[in-house]
């Protein structure tokens, strides 16, 4: 079983930038596409950003893309999202996810995804 705790929430002013740490122990984290995901205030969760297990190969958002950029570091098991130019819109929790069944197709529906994160707060201020 894959544990995940994500860090690095915090308020932001709209135009600045935060970093999103997840830290997996447990299964062989190394082999898994991992996500990204946020849900909002009275909005569904949504796909933000995907990773698949080499780090070869990224998926984003429309609402992120050249904005946000993930990555991961195998030998730390954590997985990263740097978030630049932020907009109010961009408040939410946001969760990591891993895909258990995956390890190059990054999917972007929250039913693929097996293990979660409790979710760290981001907050932008206009």
């Known amino acids: 079983q894959v544990q995940l705790v994500e860090s690095g929430g915090g308020l932001v002013q709209a135009g600045g930038s935060l970093r999103l740490s997840c830290a997996a122990s447990?299964?062989?984290?190394?082999?898994?596409?991992m996500g990204w995901f946020r849900q909002g205030p009275g909005k569904e969760r949504e796909f933000v950003a995907g990773?698949?297990?080499?780090?070869?190969?990224?998926r984003y958002a429309d609402s992120v893309k050249g904005r946000f950029t993930i990555s991961r570091d195998g030998a730390k098991n954590t997985v990263y999202l740097q978030m630049t130019s932020l907009k109010p819109e961009d408040t939410a929790v946001y969760y990591c996810?891993?895909?258990?069944?995956?390890?190059?197709?990054?999917?972007?529906?929250?039913?693929?995804?097996?293990?979660w994160g409790q979710g760290t707060q981001v907050t932008v201020s206009s």
């Open positions: 447990g299964r062989a984290f190394r082999r898994y596409v």
């Open positions: 996810a891993a895909d258990l069944t995956a390890n190059v197709v990054v999917s972007i529906a929250p039913s693929a995804f097996e293990a």
């Open positions: 990773i698949s297990w080499s780090g070869g190969s990224t």
